[in-house]
């Protein structure tokens, strides 16, 4: 049985392929994991907990920039890629497309933030750390995480990432040395995500013969089209996701804000367990949506059914050992931080859910419009809450504010699917 299963994988090149990027992905979120786990800590327990709320903070407002620029091609444009990967002439304006509207909303963001540096005190106490977090959305524009998805050749998005995680590491340890030094976290992290983002387009470039013009504008619109309605439901993300620190740093103190980013960020690295399988998973399910729902469901059905169990244990583990897991990070536990990563335990669960239910079903079908209806709603919703809890609760207010708001997504997810012929649930029962 072993060697018919082995035989069936050596066979089928896109099953192999997807085993092999799957193993690359496995490979880059343990380095995601580890090496963050090296470093946090230490940052934390030298430049203290105040100037590390400072730098969430910052890195909150950021994120919006990120958000911005992004305008959904990590999932837009590994799509079209996906589906047009044999066809260069396509592939060429797909990248050239992208990177061109990229780069206009990357200066559209920089003039953005040098006015709000100017005129709001909150920010220009400390510009300089805002504009070194900066350097993070240029990154990111320039590295096309979306084509090396769509082409399924995860082994570059592997190794450029290992590179730049453990450069950051090991210049974090070598200069930072007291609080006086947080500055350089932003500036460590910014170079390491622009070496990576001006190699890959070398890369793609001489690899991959992408020829990089500069299309029609009605080319460019086009592609603005396609991509607005996940663009919308992105930003709505944030208003759950970022937008919570961005609050909670207006309504209370940098310790309140590191408090709450020790936890937070704590969830978000154990979060990263699910991105080998939402971004080798999601290229292969587009292409295989064009010729078979049914196969697609089948797919998302044993994920639910094997990998769903695991994710609650992480869960369920984070909410009993919270003190403990704080206190061989830190060498100390905050009570504080422990009852929000109390509070945040189940994230893990929820975000796997949700990468089944929207993800793998509602944006491989083609369900834009709804999933950006409900991500839209979650967002204003998320808003009223937070406006009511952390002005008053502060972080703990934060902290129920994002878990309820993941229920809340994810009961609107299932409720779709099941009642919308892409039954998940039922067909397992």
Known sequence: MIQRFKKKILNNSDVRNLFQNFGYLVLLNFANFILPLISFPYVVRTIGIEKFGLLSFSLSIVNYFIIITDFSFNLSATREIAISRHDSKKIDEIVSAVLVIKTILLLACAIV?????????????????????????????????????GIEKMKTITYLNIFSKVLYTILIFIFVKRAEDFYLVPIFSSFGSLIIGVYSLIYIKSRFKVNFFIPKKDTLIEYIRNGWTLFLSNISVTLYTSAITTILGFFSSNIVVGYYSVAERLISAIRGMISPISQSLFPFLSKLAVTSESKVLHVNRKLLLFFTPFFACVSVFLYFFSSEILTVLFKSSSSQSALVLKILSPIPVLIYLHTIFALFTMIVFGRNKEYTRIIVSGGFFNVILAFSLIPFYHHVG????????????????????????????????
């Open 113 to 149: 933030l040098i006015i709000l540096l100017f005129t709001v005190s909150k920010l220009s106490q400390f510009w300089h750390v805002h504009l070194f977090t900066f350097g993070v959305v240029i990154g990111q524009v320039l590295f096309p995480v979306w084509f090396f998805q």
């Open 398 to 429: 934060a902290a129920i504010c994002v878990i309820v708001i993941e229920f809340y997504i994810l009961i609107r997810y299932v409720l779709f699917t099941e009642t919308n012929g892409l039954k998940i649930i039922k067909k397992i029962s």
